[in-house]
């Protein structure tokens, strides 16, 4: 996008800046099974996870019915994702209080390893990712900062990939013109495994056309191969390539009293016209050196291109990223050390800017019985580069580090506890030392900022029998100059100081052999205890966009042996409008609910499926300003499908 305060804030130059959040939750497996994460590179239980974590495998992603990632993560985590500025494909993200305006910024997200954050403040591209695809996503809340760097202040999304065998066709429809169709085929053998994928969707959109005579229409088309090979014992190659096109228009804001007579209807101007292009590959090999020490290295490489139709202005991104490390797999002791680059450029037609990270870390687990014990340390060197067209070049750099420490215990098989302490660091993106001004929209220079900090303390209890898996965590932390743009003065700008606290609860509970219930809940305040730049206005303020109450609640049914019913309300509280820092203003982010339904029947080698969401339409949408307010999930949508398996 563009050095301008954002290239998102240029294409809706009238709205006000950022957007808000959405609901909550899935259960990890089935109960008493043994879950599995693996944010530090070794894998571990989850109830013997030194760090709060959250896992959703393909078993919960296919009985919840949802079409997209976005969707899934919306409606199923506890994490609130929401469209950014109405584009559903750059989704808004909060976790752990960091907010919607900037928490995409706080969390690194990760597919099969490769970073996803941008340079800039444009949000993570997960509308590219094919449901399909997913065989697990794993969620490390404040943690992670060792092994991701920069950004992991709330934590990390790790999503993994599944390897295809064999070969099938998933065909679906539904309201407001949806057809999606993904086909994917694959070969395993002993030494040699290859699996592609090609996922295509349409939507007609939800809102009424614009005065261009085009509703808030998408389409999109991915694909995806993956290879892997051991010529010899000791040796594994990787090598995967994908590609996405995507053709979205979405809406800009709502009065009040517009949104209140009809939710779809246009605000008398033309809706965002935005294509998204992104060609990535990858490279990786393992060597076993022994049968304990492990060499791995990972080589990333994607062109993206963004550009915004009506105003002829595009950007082109390169991102390149290596990952070298040694792993130690002992039978007590696991460590792995390494280094990690990560080289972003953005070219528009005015300038060039880069973001470079070059970061080196440890991390080491111990374990004694029923004790592990973790620790590691990073240290980091970013570096900036500004060369515009016209005028100076501008360049900056930090060195910044991060660490954690972590230990659990326990109590017996049911049972243990952990506590984890975490630093982490987010630098500034680069659009974060430039400012538009908002009325003859001349770009200037912001001036450096500072990095974000913060120590985040969790302890959490976890409680696993046949019948239940119960996971508990609070955590507090405090930050040092968060990050944020001043919705008064336009300005990026630190906030002094800051504090997090909250709690997590996860439960999952069989309450009959074919009945399961599931409940996600998190109770999150967010409190910005000292803002020089606000001239006081903002001190002892709520953060905005960020809502004390996220819930989903669900019921599971077996029926028979080849069906499965899922049901699930999804609840998010009240919370301040995402640029009311001063807590001032006439109008909140209403609470948002949906409920949602969803059946899956199998018929030898075919798997039907249907999926009413926002079963009770519920008018929900997200509040930026007094009267700026973004339609979002405000009708029921019907979805209809069958997957043909080879």
Same mark, same amino acid.
């Given at each position: 996008?563009?050095?301008?305060?954002?290239?998102?804030a %240029?294409?809706?130059?009238?709205?006000?800046?950022?957007?808000?959040?959405?609901?909550?939750?899935?259960?990890?497996?089935?109960?008493?099974?043994?879950v599995?994460?693996?944010?530090?590179?070794?894998?571990?239980?989850?109830?013997?996870?030194?760090?709060?974590?959250?896992?959703?495998?393909?078993?919960?992603?296919? #009985?919840?019915?949802?079409? $997209?990632?976005?969707?899934?993560?919306?409606?199923?985590?506890?994490?609130?994702?929401?469209?950014?500025?109405?584009?559903?494909?750059?989704?808004?993200?909060?976790?752990?209080?960091?907010? $919607?305006?900037?928490?995409?910024?706080?969390?690194?997200i990760?597919?099969?390893?490769? #970073?996803?954050?941008?340079?800039?403040?444009?949000?993570?591209?997960?509308?590219?990712?094919?449901?399909?695809?997913?065989?697990?996503?794993?969620i490390?809340?404040?943690?992670?900062?060792?092994?991701?760097?920069?950004?992991? $202040?709330?934590?990390?999304?790790?999503? &993994?990939?599944?390897?295809?065998?064999?070969?099938?066709?998933?065909?679906?429809?539904?309201?407001?013109?949806?057809?999606?169709?993904?086909?994917?085929?694959?070969?395993?053998?002993e030494?040699?495994?290859?699996?592609?994928?090609?996922?295509?969707?349409?939507?007609?959109?939800?809102?009424?056309k614009?005065?261009?005579?085009?509703?808030?229409?998408?389409?999109?088309?991915?694909?995806?191969v993956?290879?892997?090979?051991?010529?010899?014992?000791?040796?594994?190659?990787?090598l995967?390539?994908?590609?996405?096109r995507?053709?979205?228009?979405?809406?800009?804001?709502?009065?009040?009293?517009?949104?209140?007579?009809?939710?779809?209807?246009?605000?008398?101007?033309?809706?965002?016209?935005?294509k998204?292009?992104?060609?990535?590959?990858?490279?990786?090999?393992? &060597?076993?050196?022994?049968?304990?020490?492990?060499?791995?290295?990972?080589?990333?490489?994607?062109?993206?291109?963004?550009?915004?139709?009506? *105003?002829?202005?595009?950007?082109?991104?390169? &991102?390149?990223?290596? /990952? +070298?490390?040694?792993?130690?797999?002992?039978?007590?002791?696991?460590?792995?050390?390494?280094?990690?680059?990560?080289?972003?450029?953005?070219?528009?037609?005015?300038s060039?800017?880069?973001?470079?990270?070059?970061?080196? +870390?440890?991390?080491?687990?111990?374990?004694?019985?029923?004790?592990?014990?973790?620790?590691?340390?990073?240290?980091?060197?970013?570096?900036?580069?500004h060369?515009?067209?016209?005028?100076? #070049?501008?360049?900056?750099d930090?060195?910044?580090?991060?660490?954690?420490?972590?230990?659990? +215990?326990? *109590?017996?098989?049911?049972?243990?506890? *952990?506590?984890?302490?975490n630093?982490?660091?987010?630098?500034?993106?680069?659009?974060?030392?430039?400012? @538009?001004? *908002?009325?003859t929209?001349?770009?200037?220079?912001?001036?450096?900022?500072?990095?974000?900090?913060?120590?985040?303390?969790?302890?959490?209890?976890? !409680?696993?029998?046949?019948?239940?898996?119960?996971?508990?965590?609070v955590? !507090?932390?405090?930050?040092?100059?968060?990050i944020?743009?001043?919705?008064?003065?336009?300005?990026?700008?630190?906030?002094?100081?800051?504090?997090?606290?909250?709690?997590?609860?996860?439960? $999952?509970?069989?309450?009959t052999?074919?009945l399961?219930?599931?409940?996600?809940?998190?109770? @999150?305040?967010?409190?910005?205890?000292?803002?020089g730049?606000?001239?006081?206005?903002?001190?002892?303020r709520?953060?905005?966009? %960020?809502?004390?109450?996220?819930?989903?609640?669900?019921?599971?049914?077996?029926?028979?042996?080849?069906?499965?019913?899922?049901?699930?309300?999804?609840?998010r509280?009240?919370?301040?409008?995402?640029?009311?820092?001063d807590?001032?203003?006439?109008?909140?982010?209403?609470?948002?609910?949906?409920t949602?339904?969803? &059946?899956?029947?199998?018929?030898?080698?075919?798997?039907?499926?249907?999926?009413?969401?926002?079963?009770?339409?519920?008018?929900?949408g997200?509040?930026?300003a /007094?009267?700026?307010?973004?339609?979002?999930? +405000?009708?029921?949508?019907?979805?209809?499908?069958?997957?043909?398996?080879?």
């Amino acid at each position: 996008m563009n050095i301008r305060l954002s290239a998102t804030a %240029v294409a809706v130059a009238a709205a006000f800046p950022f957007a808000a959040p959405a609901p909550v939750f899935a259960a990890a497996e089935t109960t008493g099974e043994t879950v599995i994460v693996s944010a530090t590179r070794i894998d571990t239980p989850d109830v013997a996870a030194t760090y709060a974590s959250e896992v959703h495998t393909r078993r919960d992603i296919e #009985r919840s019915g949802a079409t $997209t990632l976005v969707d899934y993560l919306a409606r199923q985590t506890s994490i609130q994702i929401a469209p950014y500025f109405g584009n559903r494909f750059t989704p808004s993200i909060n976790m752990r209080g960091y907010g $919607t305006a900037d928490g995409h910024q706080n969390v690194v997200i990760s597919l099969d390893g490769r #970073r996803l954050n941008n340079i800039d403040l444009v949000p993570q591209l997960l509308g590219a990712i094919p449901l399909a695809d997913i065989e697990r996503i794993e969620i490390a809340k404040g943690s992670g900062s060792v092994m991701y760097g920069d950004g992991a $202040t709330a934590g990390t999304i790790q999503i &993994y990939t599944r390897p295809r065998t064999g070969a099938s066709l998933d065909l679906n429809g539904g309201s407001h013109g949806a057809v999606g169709a993904t086909a994917s085929a694959g070969i395993a053998r002993e030494r040699f495994s290859a699996s592609a994928t090609i996922d295509r969707s349409e939507h007609d959109g939800f809102s009424d056309k614009d005065p261009s005579g085009h509703t808030d229409e998408s389409r999109a088309d991915n694909w995806r191969v993956a290879l892997s090979g051991k010529p010899a014992d000791a040796l594994k190659l990787n090598l995967d390539a994908g590609s996405s096109r995507i053709d979205t228009r979405y809406p800009g804001a709502l009065t009040l009293a517009q949104f209140r007579h009809d939710p779809a209807q246009n605000n008398g101007r033309n809706y965002t016209h935005q294509k998204f292009d992104s060609d990535y590959w990858g490279v990786g090999a393992d &060597y076993d050196l022994t049968q304990a020490w492990r060499l791995s290295a990972r080589h990333h490489d994607e062109d993206k291109a963004s550009e915004f139709v009506q *105003f002829r202005f595009e950007s082109d991104y390169r &991102y390149v990223s290596d /990952d +070298f490390s040694l792993q130690y797999l002992g039978d007590a002791l696991s460590v792995t050390a390494g280094v990690q680059s990560f080289d972003g450029l953005r070219e528009d037609a005015v300038s060039e800017t880069s973001k470079r990270n070059l970061g080196w +870390f440890v991390q080491g687990q111990y374990e004694l019985a029923r004790l592990t014990l973790s620790a590691g340390a990073r240290r980091e060197r970013v570096e900036y580069e500004h060369d515009p067209d016209f005028g100076a #070049r501008i360049e900056d750099d930090e060195t910044l580090s991060s660490w954690d420490v972590g230990a659990n +215990f326990r *109590f017996d098989d049911a049972w243990s506890v *952990f506590g984890n302490y975490n630093s982490a660091f987010l630098a500034p993106d680069i659009d974060r030392f430039f400012v @538009t001004d *908002f009325f003859t929209g001349e770009t200037s220079f912001n001036g450096f900022i500072e990095p974000a900090r913060v120590r985040t303390v969790t302890l959490g209890l976890n !409680h696993v029998v046949p019948a239940n898996r119960l996971k508990l965590s609070v955590f !507090h932390a405090d930050l040092k100059n968060e990050i944020f743009f001043e919705p008064f003065t336009f300005t990026n700008t630190n906030i002094d100081e800051s504090h997090k606290y909250g709690l997590e609860l996860q439960d $999952t509970w069989t309450i009959t052999p074919t009945l399961t219930g599931l409940l996600n809940y998190t109770w @999150t305040r967010a409190i910005i205890d000292r803002d020089g730049a606000g001239g006081g206005a903002f001190d002892g303020r709520q953060l905005p966009g %960020v809502p004390r109450h996220n819930a989903v609640v669900g019921l599971n049914v077996k029926v028979g042996e080849q069906g499965n019913l899922n049901l699930s309300h999804s609840w998010r509280s009240k919370a301040r409008a995402a640029n009311d820092f001063d807590n001032n203003n006439a109008q909140k982010q209403r609470e948002y609910q949906s409920t949602d339904l969803a &059946y899956r029947h199998r018929v030898r080698d075919v798997e039907l499926y249907a999926a009413v969401t926002n079963l009770f339409e519920h008018e929900n949408g997200v509040w930026v300003a /007094d009267d700026a307010i973004y339609p979002v999930d +405000f009708e029921r949508t019907w979805k209809l499908g069958a997957k043909l398996s080879f």
